[in-house]
């Protein structure tokens, strides 16, 4: 349905048009409209599918396969694969579920639907092509078995339709929401704009005191970002790696950061006016702006996830764990964006303007950069509880498609109900090499069952022929039509190389034959 559309002699009567004939015209601005709907929610929604199967069924897989005699998920570079697969996940998830809160609201916010299509089908595709990476072999042999395949196929599809990703990050974020966004341009640009002579003073009146605005609000972001800056960096220099177990605690942190990071980012779309016209020429700055004002967005959509379900009562999952892993890649992708916008920025006053910004978001120098990514230990952290049964795989597996009928062979429903066993048998596993002793009669039972699943799926589909085609006799593969030719005639009896091979089939069929009896 994205391709041309062609026909000959269509007539379209005028009754058939939305909204009938008075709404000629105003095609583009549907469309729009419900562009603005449309792509926020329904392409994320492929994303937040794929990050819930990766996160269910690979990271079963990476507990249920084993290499060495000990499972993958062990291995350093499976746990760095699953944590940031987790926590894109989350990201998605909690994208998704303030998006929908919007659009349920009766709000179409375009800017905030281009950062959901963006970043949420940028974060799937990474996530899905982790899960091809732990799957490895499985994910690459077609066939019942393969869940990741076809997921890897058809996310570069919601990556490109509705405004490209690389458009949609380059041009359309900063394009439309530096105006839209803003809280007195817009005003500031219709003034400019008004044609009405009977208007003019009126026009000039409203321009000065909008111009007025726009400097005030740029000063007020520049103390903001010094005074946050500066408090924000000293209290990430005194907080403790295990700070985030306490659940207020992390909420106001990370509430602090992102406070700072939205001055900072306020304060840099500020200077960006002194580009005047040109900005729309400046996509790579464009680019990283859309980054930062990207990961705050969803920085606060996480923050508004946990505080949902962490602070109910009872609350309804724990995953401070995987909030805090992803919490502080938003935090240092949207700093990292922002320092490199600093670092370019474009046009005749782009060195007064990059002196501004770096005064106002980094004032202290590196001092004032604290944002690092998660720590090894919360990486391990993470992946243990997406690879083991937790209240964190649980959040993942919600809505997620299942087969209850155990006889009917589904691969994502079976790596799920085997995770409990075969971490079961490995902990039994592990207590009798402790122990130095032999396993009970149920110790043996649980042992045996787990090395049965393991061996079954980790198996891919063979078949006996690549196509259908293959499968029909006398057929033969267009490669090799011109082999007759080449090697010559095998045979005079032979008319072409096809009934050579038929008949060396034969052959080796008969001598199968005798050779059993």
Same mark, same amino acid.
């Given at each position: 349905?994205?391709?041309?559309?062609?026909?000959?002699?269509?007539?379209?009567?005028?009754?058939?048009?939305?909204?009938?004939?008075?709404?000629?015209?105003?095609?583009?601005?549907?469309?729009?409209?419900?562009?603005?709907?449309?792509?926020?929610?329904?392409?994320?929604?492929?994303?937040?599918?794929?990050?819930?199967?990766?996160?269910?069924?690979?990271?079963?897989?990476?507990?249920?396969?084993?290499?060495?005699?000990?499972?993958?998920?062990?291995?350093?570079?499976?746990?760095?694969?699953?944590?940031?697969?987790?926590?894109?996940?989350?990201?998605?998830?909690?994208?998704?579920?303030?998006?929908?809160?919007?659009?349920?609201?009766?709000?179409?916010?375009?800017?905030?639907?281009?950062?959901?299509?963006?970043?949420?089908?940028?974060?799937?595709?990474?996530?899905?092509?982790?899960?091809?990476?732990?799957?490895?072999?499985?994910?690459?042999?077609?066939?019942?078995?393969?869940?990741?395949?076809?997921?890897?196929?058809?996310?570069?599809?919601?990556?490109?339709?509705?405004?490209?990703?690389?458009?949609?990050?380059?041009?359309?974020?900063?394009?439309?929401?530096?105006?839209?966004?803003?809280?007195?341009?817009?005003?500031?640009?219709?003034?400019?704009?008004?044609?009405?002579?009977?208007?003019?003073?009126?026009?000039?009146?409203?321009?000065?005191?909008?111009?007025?605005?726009?400097?005030?609000?740029?000063?007020?972001?520049?103390?903001?970002?010094?005074?946050?800056?500066?408090?924000?960096?000293?209290?990430?220099?005194?907080?403790?790696?295990?700070?985030?177990?306490?659940?207020?605690?992390?909420?106001?942190?990370?509430?602090?950061?992102?406070?700072?990071?939205?001055?900072?980012?306020?304060?840099?779309?500020?200077?960006?006016?002194?580009?005047?016209?040109?900005?729309?020429?400046?996509?790579?700055?464009?680019?990283?702006?859309?980054?930062?004002?990207?990961?705050?967005?969803?920085?606060?959509?996480?923050?508004?996830?946990?505080?949902?379900?962490?602070?109910?009562?009872?609350?309804?999952?724990?995953? #401070?764990?995987? !909030?805090? +892993?992803?919490?502080?890649?938003?935090?240092? *992708? @949207? /700093?990292?964006?922002?320092?490199?916008?600093? =670092?370019?920025?474009?046009?005749?006053?782009?060195?007064?303007?990059?002196?501004?910004?770096?005064?106002?978001?980094?004032?202290?120098?590196?001092?004032?950069?604290?944002?690092?990514?998660?720590?090894?230990?919360?990486?391990?952290?993470?992946?243990?509880?997406?690879?083991?049964?937790?209240?964190?795989?649980?959040?993942?597996?919600?809505?997620?498609?299942?087969?209850?009928?155990?006889?009917?062979?589904?691969?994502?429903?079976?790596?799920?109900?085997?995770?409990?066993?075969?971490?079961?048998?490995?902990?039994?596993?592990?207590?009798?090499?402790?122990? #130095?002793?032999? !396993?009970? +009669?149920?110790?043996?039972?649980?042992?045996? *069952? @787990? /090395?049965?699943?393991?061996?079954?799926?980790? =198996?891919?589909?063979?078949?006996?022929?690549?196509?259908?085609?293959?499968?029909?006799?006398?057929?033969?593969?267009?490669?090799?039509?011109?082999?007759?030719?080449?090697?010559?005639?095998?045979?005079?009896?032979?008319?072409?190389?096809?009934?050579?091979?038929?008949?060396?089939?034969?052959?080796?069929?008969?001598?199968?034959?005798?050779?059993?009896?």
């Amino acid at each position: 349905m994205n391709g041309t559309v062609e026909g000959e002699d269509v007539w379209i009567p005028m009754s058939n048009i939305l909204g009938g004939q008075e709404r000629c015209g105003y095609g583009w601005h549907m469309f729009v409209e419900c562009l603005a709907e449309g792509r926020g929610v329904s392409l994320p929604a492929g994303s937040i599918g794929a990050a819930r199967t990766v996160a269910s069924a690979v990271g079963a897989y990476a507990r249920v396969r084993k290499q060495f005699k000990v499972p993958i998920a062990e291995f350093g570079g499976i746990q760095e694969a699953m944590a940031l697969s987790g926590s894109d996940g989350l990201i998605c998830i909690a994208g998704g579920d303030l998006m929908n809160a919007i659009v349920d609201n009766h709000e179409a916010p375009m800017v905030i639907s281009s950062i959901m299509k963006q970043n949420c089908t940028e974060r799937g595709r990474r996530i899905v092509e982790r899960g091809m990476d732990i799957a490895a072999g499985s994910a690459i042999c077609r066939g019942n078995k393969n869940y990741l395949g076809n997921a890897y196929m058809s996310l570069p599809i919601a990556i490109t339709v509705e405004g490209a990703n690389i458009m949609t990050r380059s041009f359309q974020v900063i394009g439309q929401g530096l105006t839209r966004c803003h809280p007195h341009m817009l005003e500031l640009i219709e003034s400019l704009q008004e044609e009405d002579p009977s208007k003019e003073k009126e026009a000039i009146t409203k321009f000065y005191a909008q111009f007025r605005k726009v400097t005030m609000h740029g000063l007020s972001n520049f103390g903001l970002s010094l005074t946050r800056g500066i408090g924000s960096s000293l209290s990430t220099m005194m907080r403790s790696k295990n700070a985030y177990q306490d659940g207020d605690e992390l909420l106001d942190y990370h509430e602090k950061q992102l406070l700072r990071l939205s001055a900072n980012f306020a304060l840099t779309a500020d200077l960006c006016f002194t580009l005047g016209g040109r900005l729309k020429f400046e996509e790579l700055l464009m680019g990283r702006l859309a980054d930062s004002m990207g990961a705050i967005f969803l920085g606060y959509a996480t923050l508004h996830h946990y505080a949902l379900r962490n602070l109910s009562r009872p609350p309804k999952v724990k995953h #401070k764990s995987a !909030a805090e +892993h992803a919490l502080l890649r938003l935090e240092h *992708e @949207a /700093h990292e964006a922002l320092y490199e916008a600093s =670092q370019n920025f474009p046009g005749p006053l782009g060195k007064v303007s990059s002196l501004v910004m770096k005064l106002g978001c980094f004032p202290l120098g590196s001092f004032t950069r604290p944002y690092k990514q998660p720590s090894d230990e919360l990486t391990k952290t993470v992946s243990h509880l997406m690879t083991t049964p937790s209240k964190v795989r649980d959040m993942f597996q919600e809505n997620l498609y299942m087969i209850s009928d155990e006889d009917v062979h589904h691969q994502v429903s079976d790596l799920i109900r085997a995770l409990p066993i075969c971490v079961e048998a490995d902990k039994i596993a592990s207590q009798l090499r402790r122990e #130095k002793r032999n !396993a009970t +009669h149920e110790e043996e039972i649980v042992l045996n *069952e @787990a /090395h049965a699943i393991r061996d079954s799926l980790i =198996q891919v589909d063979v078949f006996e022929h690549a196509t259908r085609q293959e499968a029909e006799q006398g057929y033969l593969r267009p490669a090799l039509e011109g082999t007759y030719e080449r090697l010559g005639a095998p045979s005079e009896k032979y008319q072409n190389f096809g009934e050579f091979l038929l008949n060396r089939e034969e052959e080796h069929r008969d001598e199968k034959q005798n050779a059993s009896l």
